[in-house]
C-alpha cells in the first residue's frame, strides 16, 4: 500500500564458492551511456539474489550514478552470505555485503578487510496475533525458531538482554531451540510448530504483512545492554589493499551508495521501480519492506561505530565465549572504513 514519503521513517547519519560468475553481472546495453561506462573503472559487487543491495544497485545503474561518480558497477549475484565471502576473499568480487564480525575476524588473522556501513535495520520475534508473548520471560517454556544458527549476533544479544531482564531468563536453557533457515523458520511458525520466530528484519516485515505481529524487537534489545538501537552490523566488506589501491573508484561507489538510499528515502516512484524485484505482489508486504529499508539507512561516524563495536564485542564474549566472536577478544583496529572527510 503506497504511502507518502513523509509518513515513512527519514533517513539519518552521514552514510547512509561462488554462485553465479561475473558473466552474470547485468551487462550494459550498446547504448552511448554503455561506452561512456566501459570507458571507466569496473567495480565487481556480489549481491544476493533477493538481498536489499540489490535494490541499491539497480538505483545506481538506472539514473547512472556509477558513471556519475566515475565508475561502472558490475553486480556478480550469489546464492547465500558464505557464498559472498568466499567471492571476496578469493577475488572473484570486489566488494561484498557482510557483517563487521567476520571482519574483526578476519583482520585479527592478518587478512586486512574493512566495512563500511549499509544498514542498521534489525530483525526481531515475531509471534502469531494472538499468541500470549510480549517479553522474553513469556518465552519460557515455549519452541523458538531461530535465523542464522546459534552464533547469530542478533541472537547472542537477545540472549543477553534475557538475562538482565526482570524477571531473568537463560533462553538457550528456558527455551526449545530450532535453528534453521527464515523460510522455513517461518513456514513452521505458519503451520503451528512454533511459537515464535526470531529473524532478520526483512523476513519478520513479510510475516508482519501475514498479520503476525513483532512481540520483542532486536532494538531493544541492544537498548536493555546500554547499546545504541542502530547497531549497523551489516555493511559493505573490502580488501584494504585493493581500496588503497583504487580509492577514487571505492569512495565513488560508497557516495553512489550513499544518493541512492538518500532517493530511496524520499521517492515512492522508486520504489515502483525497484517493486519486480521485491518478490512482494501484497501491497501491505510492498510498504513493509519499503518502510523496512528505508528505516535502517543512515549510520554514525567510523568512530562511534569502533567504540559501539567494541561494546558490542564484549558482549557477545560474555555471552557466547570467544566461540561467538570467532576467537577474538578485542576488535582489532581499522575494521571500519573512514568516512568521507577522514578519507581526505
Known amino acids: 500500500m503506497d504511502q507518502s514519503a513523509s509518513k515513512r521513517p527519514a533517513a539519518i547519519g552521514r552514510r547512509a564458492c561462488l554462485a553465479a560468475p561475473l558473466a552474470a553481472s547485468l551487462a550494459p546495453s550498446a547504448s552511448p551511456a554503455a561506452a561512456e561506462r566501459a570507458s571507466l573503472p569496473v567495480l565487481r559487487l556480489g549481491i544476493l539474489q533477493f538481498g536489499t543491495a540489490q535494490w541499491v544497485a539497480d538505483v545506481i545503474r538506472r539514473h547512472r550514478m556509477d558513471a556519475a561518480h566515475g565508475f561502472t558497477l558490475q553486480a556478480a549475484r550469489l546464492a547465500n552470505t558464505d557464498a559472498g565471502r568466499v567471492a571476496l576473499l ?133 537498548r536493555a545492554l546500554g547499546l545504541p538501537p542502530r547497531l549497523g552490523l551489516l555493511g559493505f566488506v573490502f580488501h584494504q589493499e585493493w581500496a588503497e589501491a583504487h580509492r577514487q573508484v571505492l569512495d565513488g561507489f560508497l557516495d553512489a551508495a550513499m544518493a541512492a538510499q538518500a532517493l530511496m528515502a524520499r521517492s515512492d516512484a522508486e520504489w515502483s521501480a525497484l517493486r519486480p524485484l521485491m518478490d512482494a505482489p501484497d501491497p501491505a508486504l510492498f510498504a513493509a519492506l519499503r518502510d523496512g529499508f528505508v528505516a535502517g539507512i543512515g549510520h554514525p561516524t567510523a568512530a562511534e561505530e569502533q567504540a559501539t563495536a567494541a561494546r558490542v564485542l564484549a558482549i557477545l564474549l560474555r555471552t557466547g565465549g570467544r566461540r561467538a566472536t570467532g576467537g577474538i577478544a578485542a576488535l582489532p583496529s581499522g575494521v571500519f572504513w573512514p568516512e568521507p572527510d577522514a578519507r581526505i
Open 90 to 222: 578469493a577475488g572473484g568480487a570486489d566488494v561484498v555485503v557482510s557483517d563487521w564480525p567476520f571482519v574483526a575476524v578476519q583482520r585479527a588473522s592478518g587478512n586486512r578487510l574493512c566495512f563500511a556501513p549499509f544498514s542498521s535495520a534489525t530483525g526481531g520475534i515475531m509471534v502469531r496475533a494472538g499468541a500470549p508473548i510480549r517479553s522474553l520471560a513469556d518465552l519460557r517454556g515455549r519452541s523458538l525458531g531461530v535465523a542464522g544458527g546459534p552464533l547469530d549476533k542478533s541472537w547472542l544479544l537477545v540472549q543477553a538482554a534475557g538475562r538482565m531482564g526482570t524477571p531473568p531468563i537463560d533462553l538457550a536453557a528456558s527455551t526449545r531451540i530450532a535453528y534453521g533457515a527464515p523460510p522455513l523458520l517461518d513456514a513452521k511458525l505458519m503451520q503451528g510448530e512454533l511459537d515464535a520466530v526470531l529473524t532478520f528484519w526483512n523476513f519478520a516485515a513479510r510475516l508482519r504483512a501475514a498479520s503476525y505481529r513483532e512481540a520483542i524487537d532486536v532494538a531493544d534489545c541492544a
